[in-house]
């Protein structure tokens, strides 16, 4: 055997031992799924996308869709459960209606929406999908309502933001548990 033939076979096993072991779970070969769900064509903003998610060690290390659909469900009932309580403090102090009204009524309904989709993951992932993307028209309720009684808050604007934000996130990140949707992303690489 020459020395070319030789390299060949090593070289050949050599790969067949990488991919065996990869197989077999001795190897792990980890690509987060952040910037696939970010540049999925169904979040409307990438670059606050992959800011926020790349934040977050945990979402950076979700193995699946459904763990990381779970990772932002769990992200946004925290963000909107703070949210409220925020805003129920800011009402009291600017003695607000509107703001109240914000507290009250659509962040309560976003963090009864986000807990809604965490639990139906488990089971009824269209359902969580579904009230996933919801919470956005909740958000959206908020700031007609302050907007009409004349309210400008940059703080309430960035929570709104972050939490419509979420709501996309979540709504995307369910919707690619579907395979279908995980197969057309993977042929895209």
């Known amino acids: 055997m020459n020395s070319s033939t030789k390299s060949s076979i090593l070289f050949s096993l050599g790969l067949i031992l990488i991919i065996a072991n990869v197989a077999q779970g001795h190897v792990k070969v980890t690509a987060s799924l952040v910037p696939k769900l970010c540049e999925s064509g169904l979040v409307e903003e990438r670059a606050k996308c992959m800011d926020m998610l790349r934040s977050n060690p945990k979402i950076q290390s979700a193995k699946s869709f459904r763990e990381l659909s779970e990772l932002i469900l769990e992200l946004a009932v925290k963000k909107a459960t703070e949210g409220q309580k925020f805003l129920q403090t800011l009402a009291e102090k600017e003695k607000s209606s509107a703001i109240q009204e914000c507290a009250g009524l659509d962040y309560n309904d976003a963090v009864v ?5 965490l639990r139906d993951l488990k089971e009824d992932t269209s359902a969580a999908n579904y009230a996933s993307k919801i919470v956005g028209d909740d958000v ?3 700031h007609t309502i302050l907007a009409r009684a004349k309210i400008v808050n940059p703080a309430i604007d960035h929570l709104n933001s972050d939490i419509s934000l979420l709501s996309n996130l979540a709504f995307a990140a369910t919707s690619l548990i579907e395979k279908k949707y ?3 992303l993977l042929l895209e690489d």
């Open 113 to 117: 929406q986000f807990k809604g989709a």
């Open 140 to 142: 959206s309720r908020c």
């Open 182 to 184: 995980q197969i057309d």
